[in-house]
């Protein structure tokens, strides 16, 4: 399996090296794959899923970190599943697909740059050498990107939405990302992959590195009533321990991730820096011009899980990414559940999410059903997309086939106008994700090796025709929503002294 996988990343790399040709100057070439090389990699891929398989049948029962085996064997993947999803990217009987309007997280990056000294303090190990420097895209994560933004121009152009080697006419598309080097740089190579001969310009606001206040997630309204009722619906989360039992049901997560760190031996630890992570310390704060602030325990293992989560993905030996600890998939799913529950909780308030996601709101009911655009490409991060999601009232869902089972790295949320041969278009809205597979293998996606794909249901929202919304309803939960981030200041209004109301 390792010699497939190190097969897989110097395809990857030199998928790369093609995607940085508008970057460099040198000229750009069509890419693709013949039917023999198809044929080849799709038997070894095959192969490579039965010995998967067998390997998950083995780390299954090795469920204690602590046993004396062998680190490999137990810290087996899934099995391949992007065949099972090949029918989600069929094209629709009877219907002509319009426009794509993509709300995309950006690829793997390094951890965070501000996390680098906590988390070298929070283990006596040594973590991988990343490809990057903190909280930019790794050159894995640029493969994986590219190879996301191929699949996406044969998908559209099989669907006629796009011609083959398609050069865009002005406004016919809009790539817009965050000015940040991993979102600036996913949506390079996305747009590499999908337009290999377009030369895409990026667009971006405000300096290089800086926050665009569309793609911050933060308070943009806040009153003394405001905050309160935000607050209690947030606590409301927690149950009756309220803002404090947020994390109520991580104990074991946090316990796990303590293990496989080796926390309590850990430089910080010892110098009294830090203490054992326990729920019941969550809290939450408010305040204007800033996103929502989770403290505790939640926020330090947190960034334990995410940096834990982003070195599963990258590390080519799985005994790596857990230090030597033989941890199976679903122990790897308990330490991936920790990042999960923190965003959720960040974002699971109307109130908050209403007001948070209020710009990137506007933006995309700009751009759905924009007259002359074929498709839109948003690049911001995970707070945009459940900060957005939530803001719509999503129904709760949980994605298969992936670790990060709210907003997977490099997932994307789609919105998809089709149009039936009556002229009535419709709307369907689902998230797109490679599968934890696919990420650590740098598989080569195709529509019979397809990503991840899992229609989101809303709140008030009701499938019509084919399980697709009516697009007039969707632009409509896009208004209102809109309309509720104005009706904050009419609920909740500033309080004033009587002398300066006089």
């Known amino acids: 399996m390792e010699k497939k996988r190190s097969t897989l990343l110097v395809v990857g790399l030199l998928t790369l090296l093609l995607a940085l040709c508008p970057l460099v100057g040198c000229g750009a070439q069509p890419t693709g794959t013949s039917g023999t090389d198809q044929t080849a990699t799709q038997e070894a891929e095959e192969s490579e899923a039965a010995e998967t398989t067998a390997e998950s049948a083995e780390s299954d029962s090795a469920t204690?970190?602590?046993?004396?085996?062998?680190?490999?064997?137990?810290?087996?993947?899934?099995?391949?599943?992007?065949?099972?999803?090949?029918?989600?990217?069929?094209?629709?009987?009877?219907?002509?697909?319009?426009?794509?309007?993509?709300?995309?997280?950006?690829?793997?990056?390094?951890?965070?740059?501000?996390?680098?000294?906590?988390?070298?303090?929070?283990?006596?190990?040594?973590?991988?050498?990343?490809?990057?420097?903190?909280?930019?895209?790794?050159?894995?994560?640029?493969?994986?990107?590219?190879?996301?933004?191929?699949?996406?121009?044969?998908?559209?152009?099989?669907?006629?939405?796009?011609?083959?080697?398609?050069?865009?006419?002005?406004?016919?598309?809009?790539?817009?990302?965050?000015?940040?080097?991993?979102?600036?740089?996913?949506?390079?190579?996305?747009?590499?992959?999908?337009?290999?001969?377009?030369?895409?310009?990026?667009?971006?606001?405000?300096?290089y590195d800086s926050r665009d206040p569309t793609f911050k997630p933060r308070f943009g309204y806040v009153s003394d009533g405001y905050v309160d009722a935000a607050t209690d619906e947030i606590a409301k989360l927690g149950g009756d321990a309220g803002l404090a039992g947020l994390d109520a049901e991580l104990q074991e997560n946090y316990?796990?991730?303590?293990?496989?760190?080796?926390?309590?031996?850990?430089?910080?630890?010892?110098?009294?820096?830090?203490?054992?992570?326990?729920?019941?310390?969550?809290?939450?704060?408010?305040?204007?011009?800033e996103e929502p602030a989770v403290s505790g325990s939640l926020k330090t293992a947190n960034q334990l899980?995410?940096?834990?989560?982003?070195?599963?993905?990258?590390?080519?030996?799985?005994a790596d990414a857990s230090f030597g600890a033989p941890l199976s998939y679903e122990q790897w799913q308990q330490i991936a559940a920790i990042k999960n529950a923190f965003g959720d909780r960040r974002y699971n308030s109307k109130l908050v999410s209403v007001d948070c996601a209020h710009l990137l709101v506007s933006e995309i009911a700009d751009e759905l059903g924009k007259d002359g655009r074929r498709f839109s490409f948003l690049c911001g991060h995970d707070s945009n997309q459940s900060s957005l999601l939530h803001a719509l009232g999503v129904k709760d869902y949980d994605l298969p086939d992936t670790l990060e089972t709210k907003t997977p790295i490099g997932g994307k949320i789609l919105f998809e106008v089709w149009e039936n041969d009556k002229g009535k278009q419709f709307c369907n809205v689902r998230y797109v994700y490679a599968t934890t597979e696919q990420v650590r293998n740098l598989d080569l996606l195709s529509l019979e090796n397809a990503p991840a794909s899992y229609d989101l249901d809303f709140e008030g929202l009701e499938r019509k025709a084919d399980g697709l919304y009516e697009l007039a309803d969707v632009q409509k939960l896009l208004a209102d929503t809109k309309a509720a981030y104005d009706q904050l200041a009419v609920d909740y209004p500033e309080e004033v002294e009587l002398d300066q109301a006089a």
């Open 64 to 207: 204690d970190t602590t046993e004396e085996t062998d680190a490999t064997a137990t810290a087996a993947e899934p099995a391949a599943t992007g065949a099972a999803y090949a029918d989600a990217w069929k094209p629709r009987d009877g219907y002509t697909l319009k426009q794509v309007v993509a709300m995309s997280r950006h690829n793997l990056r390094a951890p965070q740059e501000k996390d680098m000294e906590t988390l070298s303090q929070s283990t006596p190990h040594d973590w991988i050498a990343w490809s990057s420097n903190g909280s930019e895209l790794t050159v894995k994560g640029g493969v994986a990107e590219t190879i996301m933004g191929e699949f996406f121009r044969k998908w559209l152009e099989g669907e006629q939405l796009i011609p083959e080697n398609y050069i865009p006419k002005e406004g016919e598309v809009r790539f817009y990302a965050n000015p940040r080097q991993r979102t600036l740089a996913t949506t390079q190579f996305f747009s590499s992959g999908m337009l290999p001969v377009a030369n895409v310009k990026i667009e971006y606001h405000g300096d």
């Open 255 to 289: 316990d796990l991730v303590s293990e496989v760190l080796d926390y309590q031996n850990s430089p910080a630890y010892k110098a009294g820096d830090a203490t054992d992570l326990k729920t019941g310390d969550a809290g939450y704060a408010i305040e204007l011009d």
């Open 305 to 318: 899980s995410d940096a834990l989560t982003l070195q599963y993905y990258e590390a080519e030996d799985l």
